[in-house]
């Protein structure tokens, strides 16, 4: 009876078993190219004006009375208050910052639909710090190929000095970066004297060092990585683009076949690499839509350069929609590489539709929400009333025959200002009410005061006289109004008894 050996045991003795393949590849350093253009103009601005704005924003004053802070932008964890300019955010309040966060991300959505990633290559943080820390690195060490030879270089006296010069100021911007973060959550003149001085706490310092490190770590080493393997935009952006979104695009169709610049029946791509040497992912947009592109546009300028020396049109890495990509691709087909070719295909293009199915339905559930948003916070209340009733015991029954109910009533008075106000109840039935510390005003109406920016709280006792109806409930509503008689908060309890 003949038995199925393993293949391990048919393999000849004198064969080696395979080698089980490495599922880990080594990063390839990118080194990218300064390059220069309208894209990589257009995104210093930006970057200036993102460093400056997260820099500067913890600095600028606002004057919101005594004894509140000044600081125009500050997350007063202490007090439960987020203050941005005028607007001042309690606890009980973080829908606003639920709804900050929607409109956010409808508007990434809107972005991405009509300019691809353009929040990657241009505003992302990781972007921003990362161009910051790449312009340091070429500031010391040179441009793409000295910084090559510098690596491939053996330990020196100089090569120490770029390096350790390079990774100093990118300590100290980092530095500055999480000392800025934490400015958010402290005062910032007095946070940045107790870091300097040694006085903060061991919490600000924790924050500090940790902020700090990240900094560090992810714009300095890890760069590109964040951007392919950490981040989890690229994985799902495809869902928000479609064939009339603005991409970067190489129009192959105007570039192939590569060839030398005096081939004749080549593309005008001349395969000098330019677009792959300034991506700061290290990719070639030749190859078509990536995972890895943050559509930065640095290729564009790239290319348009060489094509500006070689005498040809600018424009074979662009901007484009696949729509177009795809007309002007049938347009062209039939044609060999000329002049004629290019504005052959050129004139298939279109104008992009920013006006389409997917934009108008971000469109709208971004008006909607911001809608929401305007009208809450144009209802905003700045007098809140909460109601708390005992529940130990439930109720008092008196000598007398009648029933007793307590409450705890919390006034949250968001002002600046203290308020009086006039406290009354409603029932079905005339309870009788007494405010401890209250000024009576009769009709079971009370006169309380509410201190500013503060909540106060008064104990009140509610009793419903021997000789009414018994009822083991009733509903009850505390009110409070101002010096015009108007409602300014309300709130609903209930009173209880025994069983009839």
Same mark, same amino acid.
Not at 260 to 284: L, W
């Given at each position: 009876?003949?038995?199925?050996?393993?293949?391990?045991?048919?393999?000849? =003795?004198?064969?080696?078993?395979?080698?089980?393949?490495?599922?880990?590849?080594?990063?390839?350093?990118?080194?990218?190219?300064?390059?220069?253009?309208?894209?990589?103009?257009?995104?210093?601005?930006?970057?200036?004006?993102?460093?400056?704005?997260?820099?500067? $924003?913890?600095?600028?004053?606002?004057?919101?009375?005594?004894?509140?802070?000044?600081?125009? $932008?500050?997350?007063?964890?202490?007090?439960?208050?987020?203050?941005?300019?005028? !607007?001042?955010?309690?606890?009980?309040?973080?829908?606003?910052?639920?709804?900050?966060?929607?409109?956010?991300? +409808?508007?990434?959505?809107?972005?991405?639909?009509?300019?691809?990633?353009?929040?990657?290559?241009?505003?992302?943080?990781?972007?921003?710090?990362?161009?910051?820390?790449?312009?340091?690195?070429?500031?010391?060490?040179?441009?793409?190929?000295?910084?090559?030879?510098?690596?491939?270089?053996?330990?020196?006296?100089?090569?120490?000095?770029?390096?350790?010069?390079?990774?100093?100021?990118?300590?100290?911007?980092?530095?500055?970066?999480?000392?800025?973060?934490?400015?958010?959550?402290?005062?910032?003149?007095?946070?940045?004297?107790?870091?300097?001085?040694?006085?903060?706490?061991?919490?600000?310092?924790?924050?500090?060092?940790?902020?700090?490190?990240?900094?560090?770590?992810?714009?300095?080493?890890?760069?590109?990585?964040?951007?392919?393997?950490?981040?989890?935009?690229?994985?799902?952006?495809?869902?928000?683009?479609?064939?009339?979104?603005?991409?970067?695009?190489?129009?192959?169709?105007?570039?192939?076949?590569?060839?030398?610049?005096?081939?004749?029946?080549?593309?005008?791509?001349?395969?000098?690499?330019?677009?792959?040497?300034?991506?700061?992912?290290?990719?070639?947009?030749?190859?078509?839509?990536?995972?890895?592109? !943050?559509?930065?546009?640095?290729?564009?300028? /790239?290319?348009?350069?060489?094509?500006?020396?070689?005498?040809?049109?600018?424009?074979?890495?662009?901007?484009?929609?696949?729509?177009?990509?795809?007309?002007?691709?049938?347009?062209?087909?039939? +044609?060999?590489?000329?002049?004629?070719?290019?504005?052959?295909?050129?004139?298939?293009?279109?104008?992009?539709?920013?006006?389409?199915?997917?934009?108008?339905?971000?469109?709208?559930?971004? /008006?909607?929400?911001?809608?929401?948003?305007?009208?809450?916070?144009?209802?905003?209340?700045?007098?809140?009333?909460?109601?708390?009733?005992?529940?130990?015991?439930?109720?008092?029954?008196?000598?007398?025959?009648?029933?007793?109910?307590?409450?705890?009533?919390? !006034?949250?008075?968001?002002?600046?200002? $203290?308020?009086?106000?006039?406290?009354?109840?409603?029932?079905?039935?005339?309870?009788?009410?007494?405010?401890?510390?209250?000024? /009576?005003?009769?009709?079971?109406?009370?006169? *309380?005061?509410?201190?500013?920016?503060?909540? =106060?709280?008064?104990?009140?006792? *509610?009793?419903?006289?021997?000789?009414?109806?018994?009822?083991?409930?009733?509903?009850?509503?505390?009110?409070?109004?101002?010096?015009?008689?108007? $409602?300014?908060?309300?709130?609903?309890?209930?009173?209880?008894?025994?069983?009839?």
């Amino acid at each position: 009876m003949s038995t199925i050996q393993p293949k391990d045991r048919l393999r000849p =003795t004198s064969e080696a078993p395979a080698a089980t393949p490495s599922l880990y590849a080594s990063r390839q350093q990118v080194y990218p190219k300064a390059v220069s253009g309208p894209v990589r103009r257009a995104k210093w601005v930006v970057l200036i004006l993102c460093l400056a704005a997260y820099y500067l $924003v913890p600095w600028l004053r606002w004057d919101r009375g005594p004894g509140a802070p000044d600081q125009a $932008v500050l997350v007063d964890i202490g007090n439960g208050r987020l203050f941005f300019f005028f !607007i001042e955010i309690w606890p009980q309040e973080v829908y606003f910052l639920t709804g900050l966060l929607v409109l956010a991300a +409808i508007g990434l959505f809107v972005a991405t639909s009509l300019f691809g990633r353009v929040w990657c290559g241009f505003a992302c943080p990781q972007t921003v710090w990362t161009d910051l820390f790449m312009w340091v690195e070429r500031l010391i060490q040179g441009d793409r190929n000295e910084r090559m030879r510098l690596d491939k270089a053996p330990w020196s006296l100089e090569k120490f000095r770029k390096k350790a010069s390079t990774h100093v100021a990118w300590l100290l911007i980092a530095a500055a970066t999480g000392g800025a973060w934490i400015m958010y959550f402290n005062d910032a003149p007095t946070v940045t004297w107790e870091l300097l001085t040694g006085r903060a706490s061991l919490e600000v310092y924790f924050f500090f060092a940790l902020f700090s490190g990240t900094t560090y770590l992810l714009a300095g080493w890890a760069r590109e990585q964040v951007c392919t393997y950490m981040c989890p935009w690229p994985r799902f952006q495809a869902a928000m683009l479609d064939e009339n979104s603005l991409v970067v695009t190489y129009r192959d169709w105007r570039g192939e076949p590569r060839g030398k610049a005096k081939d004749t029946g080549a593309g005008d791509c001349v395969d000098c690499r330019a677009c792959v040497n300034v991506c700061p992912t290290g990719i070639d947009i030749r190859d078509g839509q990536q995972l890895e592109c !943050i559509g930065c546009g640095l290729c564009i300028d /790239a290319c348009d350069d060489i094509m500006t020396r070689l005498d040809r049109p600018r424009g074979l890495v662009a901007f484009e929609t696949l729509a177009n990509l795809a007309a002007s691709t049938a347009a062209a087909k039939a +044609i060999p590489p000329s002049p004629a070719r290019c504005s052959t295909g050129m004139a298939a293009r279109r104008v992009p539709r920013f006006v389409r199915p997917r934009t108008m339905l971000y469109a709208a559930m971004l /008006a909607a929400v911001m809608a929401v948003m305007l009208g809450a916070f144009l209802l905003r209340e700045t007098v809140t009333l909460s109601v708390l009733r005992d529940r130990a015991p439930l109720f008092v029954t008196l000598s007398d025959g009648a029933v007793r109910n307590g409450y705890t009533l919390k !006034i949250a008075n968001k002002d600046r200002d $203290v308020s009086t106000l006039t406290l009354e109840l409603l029932a079905p039935q005339p309870l009788q009410v007494a405010v401890q510390e209250g000024v /009576a005003m009769g009709d079971n109406r009370f006169g *309380v005061t509410t201190r500013p920016d503060g909540i =106060t709280q008064w104990r009140v006792l *509610v009793t419903r006289p021997e000789g009414l109806p018994a009822r083991e409930s009733m509903d009850v509503t505390f009110r409070l109004l101002d010096a015009r008689g108007h $409602v300014v908060a309300s709130s609903h309890s209930v009173f209880l008894g025994p069983r009839p």
